[in-house]
């Protein structure tokens, strides 16, 4: 069978493409682009953008040991439902994801799925305690995509450079959490004028930025690369920009909360507003912006974290770190960065998609042809309201509830399957959306 999405806005990052166009989907794959394409289901795209589905490096599934907050199954649906086709999992599960066993527990159970493409991130150390090193060669033959202590920063110097260099021979990515404890300890926000009104002890910004800085030093001496996770500070925009301008083979992210959001916003004490690094002030979000426009932060994570209704209804304080972010990530990157006028959807597109990739040294990203058909269908410009209900993930820890949002994802495929179909779209005669992978038995 062949299926043709037609009368589309395509646009493709690795080819610097944007215009109308179909594409024709056979066998999974992408089996031709071009103009009045012949099939035998057509996806009628009027209106809408046809993107290569989205790569998302930084979530967490909290499977295994954590089912109640989210679970591969759940996860993978949430991501279907935010036009994400492709993950990679942090490994701060219980227990980590620090041996060859482990990564084939995740590997399996994602095949077992057929749903969205989900690669593993294993540990750098062995349960993420900083010591010793993980067997990174093993991980790698497993299906590990990644290492990383995600959660933790390594403290001791000397581990972190041996890390760097053991993961730049076997060709893994380090992802790098930056964070000084001994700073951060007890902090619940940025510190700052709003933390001091409200009487919550704050992270400051430097618990972060010392950390960017020494890390990057770091991978410069291992002569091996290193991915900053979650940007959250101006001054750390500068430190990456400086070391790129320098040749250190440094890439970084930043997560749609820390231009949509700051600080001052915490004055109700909802703890959906509380993640780690934690919202910071006006001056920060600008050079975060900045940074996506010239390059220096390149590429867009959500940093998917769920947590139970339960652990979030809590004070303020006492509220552990995270929101949930995937099925907003659309909605947040029009509203807040393409709208304004920030990033053209083009550039926006290409940070969600061909820039990860590369990143993670994926096969995703990207819509030629013979590539697998991993698609997104949106409206950039339907607005709607962020409700409660409205999310797949089994948590609803997220900050933009009741807010407005601009870009809706209508149709997501994966390897030429329809995953996700927007309630308010007619399915066309001959598909289906996949029963395996939208089974209500996952969400358990």
Partial sequence: MIIVIKNGWLIEPSSNFSGKSDIGIENGMVSAIGTDLKGDVYIDAEGMIVSPGFVDIHVHFREPGFESKETIASGARASAHGGVTSVVTMPNTMPPIDNAGMVELVVRRAQDLDGIHIYPAACATKGREGKELTEMA?????????????????????????VLEYAGMVGLPYLAHCEDFALSEGGAMNEGVISTLLGIPGIPKEAEETRIE???????????????????????????RNAKKEGIPVTAETCPHYWMLKDSQIENYNSNMKMNPPLREEEDIQAIIEGLK?????????????????????????????IIGLETLLGCVIEGLVKPGYLSIEKALQLLTKNP??????????LEVGTSADITIFNPDEEWI?????????????????????????????????????KDVLLPEGLSVSPTFLCDAFLL
């Fill in 138 to 162: 093993d991980l790698l033959q497993s299906g590990a995509v990644a290492v990383t202590d995600d959660g933790n920063d390594i403290e001791s110097s000397s581990v972190l450079r041996h």
């Fill in 214 to 240: 020494r890390n990057i030093r770091l991978a410069k001496l291992a002569n091996a690369p290193i991915h900053i996770q979650h940007v959250t500070t101006k001054r750390g925009v500068e430190i990456i």
């Fill in 294 to 322: 010239d390059g220096t932060i390149d590429c867009i994570a959500t940093d998917h974290a769920p947590h139970t209704r339960t652990e979030k209804n809590v004070p303020f304080q006492e509220a552990p770190f995270g």
């Fill in 357 to 366: 990739a590369n990143i993670i040294k994926i096969n995703a990203g990207t």
């Fill in 386 to 422: 962020v409700t409660e209900d409205y999310f797949y993930s089994k948590s609803a820890n997220s900050p933009f509830i009741w807010t407005k949002l601009c870009g809706k994802v209508k149709y997501t495929l994966c390897c030429g399957k329809v995953l996700y179909l927007d």
